[in-house]
């Protein structure tokens, strides 16, 4: 309760603030073994080995569809193409916005939260990401760079909810997750169409595949990972994966309609 | 006056019953996260120009809410004031008490995020409000007080003798609430949908699978056929038995708004829940429910007759002088408020 009190003044604290947006700090490198970590042993970056990947599509994709802005004149002015973004389908069959991640294999493992944050950006009346990770504990910063409303909305089942108003541009809030959970959505009540996800896990080791499909989890120590693959319309796929030391496995997932 | 400002903040009701019906059929609920300010601001003085995307649904039910709330506290104060009957007077303080407890609901319903149980009760709430602001308006209409100056007396003129009447526009009246409510679960569970055809469920007369949303939902499909039955049952009785115009108009508009209100049921299934659809068939089945409330009340106007009701309409119109008769039947309340002649 005390640290979510503590996150809550942090969040009205930097809402109060001004600046610009920092970039997005995905697929952290792994912290080190907090002093209170179980018996595991920390990650040795010299053995650490590497799962890379790509996400296809087998089958005929439908188009991302235009979406109608007239509810709000800035977002019609600011963003005028604006299309979905739950199928991003590549000409080859990739598909971005994938969030990857290891599932299990970790064991008993700790690792420390990155104290840099993660940035959501509210821009041209849509996220920036639309799917992204984050680590428990670790600041998730949303910045509102529209000038107009936006209120952010936050709909876990793990974590709690919350639903805080940005209605000046350049304003941010942060805000920290205490529980894992896979994914937790986000909307924008003000602009229907605007929805996000968070992948929120305990680890470091996870990735939004960009518009090729690709994807690298990178740092990881030599073990048996089950390694999943989300997508909000698609569903999710796992695949079980073995790496030694220093090695890179490839694994690749295929969705179909 | 008063007549015409009771029907003013009834019809105004109905008004804030369709901006909320709006709120939910676009999900606007949680567009202004802080309640009572908005976005910050006072209610009343944030910018016109941000009224956009939910926020202007939202933001409009509140402003709407905000001035139906006065009117009802200049009602209950004007009644206070001017209305002898005190069983009128104390409709008055319900319905300012019923609409403080919706605006308070309202209210938490936001901060907490919609819960259902909180939604369900604040759309439960709403009607009940409109029947209170309806029946004032409909106790306080010179219609009313003209059916106590007939001559040939309300047995004959409204119904007043007959008991099946009544029963079954009580019956018909409390069945079409409770649907109301069942629709309101329906709507606030997310249950809209759950069954996607219609007339048929799936294909069939009734569902093959079940699952709590699609139990609701059948609920609904099922509670509107017994409204109609006892709607056609209801007005039947009515063209079948009455001549009065005051009873069979409530009986026909009853019937119309019935039709209505079933093709726009099924509209908002064929139509995936259209905002303005849903909306309209949320505001109408409010319509659905104080037409029969208006011919319940009717149906018992005898009930309510009394010798100083007649001599009251008079006292409270201006004739002061009348007021001596009304004094014997509550000489308190006209000590109170200097009306004795």
Partial sequence: MTRFLAACLAAFLVSCGGGNPTQNQ???????????????????????????????????????????????????????????ENEVVGTDGSVGNVFVYVKDGLGTRTFTAPSAPVVMDQKGCHYTPHVLGIQVGQPLQIVNSDDTLHNVHGLPKANKEFNQGQPIQGMKMTHTFSTKEVMIPFKCDVHGWMNAWIGVLDHPYYAVTSTDGTFSLKGLPPGTYTIEAWHEKLGTQTQTVTVGEKETKDVAFTFKA | MLPLFAALVAASTGVLIFAGGLVTSTGSGLSVPDWPNTYGWFMWTFPLNKMVGGIFYEHLHRLVASTVGFLIVVLAVWLWRAEPRAWVRRLGYLALAAVIAQGILGGITVLWYLPDAVSIAHASLAQIVFCLTTTIALVTSRGWAAGYADPKGPRRSDGGGDPRLQRIAIVTTLVIYTQIVVGATMRHTGAGLAIPDFPLAFGHLVPPQWDAKIAIHFAHRAGAATVAALALATAGHVFYHHRRAELRRPAMLLLVLLALQITLGALTVLSQKQFLVNSLHVVNGA???????????????????????????????????????????????????????
């Fill in chain 1, 26 to 84: 995905q697929n952290s490198v792994p912290a080190s073994s907090g002093a209170a970590a179980p018996a595991a042993p920390a990650v040795d970056p010299a053995i650490a080995s590497t799962v890379t990947g790509k996400v296809t599509f087998a089958g005929t994709a439908p188009a991302p569809a235009p979406i109608k802005l007239g509810a709000d004149p800035y977002c019609e002015k600011a963003n005028p193409g604006l299309r979905t």
């Fill in chain 2, 287 to 341: 319509l659905v429910l104080v037409t029969s409330l208006v011919l319940t009340l009717r149906a018992h106007r005898a009930r309510f007759a009394d010798a100083g009701s007649a001599v009251s309409f008079a006292q409270r119109d201006g004739n002061a002088g009348s007021a001596v008769v009304f004094a014997e039947r509550d000489p308190a309340h006209v000590q109170r408020r200097g009306l004795g002649a």
